[in-house]
């Protein structure tokens, strides 16, 4: 581990629970739990939970978000990696750690977020962490980043009640689009392909997110 990136101020011990526990709840996919282990989750919120970092558990952060369970971050993203995409995007950048995650693992990662606070947060925090191959600005998620697209693949950590029609238009022919669907009493995982006539859903697991909302906020 490279303490230069923040993560010395906990045992190599912890961190290496994390990634047994992940293992043990079926993460199998060996470049992800490298990239769980190389990015430092302590940095990605309020100092006061820091000590929280390594559990696998959603923990808040500012402004009522949360960043993600490290398994949901692991699955989401071993399923990404199934689809070896070149060029990301992300719905709801949080505390950056997802984008972060991505980042360490593809070539192109852009993160839009709804929170203009949130957005600058993060972003200091990339620059700091030397990831300068994510990209993150405010907007609202539901139109996505289209001067940016087609993306290879649309990741989102916020749960819609219906899927974003424009997002899906940002897509390729073959990309995927994976996100929480559903309200706040009960959400899936779901895998989107778009195909040459339509497209393709799969639901794959039972998760909660926060909702996934239209607009921006500026403080």
């Known amino acids: 581990m490279n303490s230069a990136l923040g993560i010395g ?17 079926g993460i199998q996919d060996q470049q992800v739990l490298a990239a769980m282990s190389i990015v430092p989750r302590h940095l990605f919120m309020d100092e006061a939970m820091a000590h929280r970092a390594y559990e696998d558990t959603a923990l808040p952060i500012k402004f009522g978000q949360t960043i993600s369970q490290p398994w949901v971050v692991a699955r989401m993203t071993e399923i990404v990696m199934q689809q ?18 991505l980042g360490q693992l593809i070539e ?3 993160s839009v977020e709804r929170i203009d606070n949130l957005t600058k947060i ?8 030397g990831y300068m191959n994510v990209r993150t600005k405010t907007g609202d998620g539901f139109l996505g980043w289209e001067s940016e697209s087609p993306f290879d693949l649309i990741i989102a950590t916020a749960a819609p009640e219906h899927v974003p029609i424009k997002l899906l238009d940002q897509l390729k022919v073959g990309g995927m689009m994976l996100l929480p669907l559903g309200d706040n009493k009960q959400q899936s995982l779901v895998k989107i392909i778009k195909t040459e006539t339509g497209f393709e859903k799969k639901i794959l697991d039972s998760v909660m997110f926060v909702p996934f909302l239209p607009g921006v906020i500026r403080k």
């Open 9 to 25: 101020m906990t045992s190599q011990r912890t961190r290496n629970r994390m990634i047994t526990r992940l293992q043990e709840k």
């Open 122 to 129: 993060a972003r200091r925090r990339f620059i700091q962490l």
């Open 84 to 101: 070896t995409p070149k060029k990301v995007l992300e719905i709801g950048t949080g505390s950056g750690y997802q984008a972060a995650i």
């Open 108 to 110: 192109k990662v852009f």
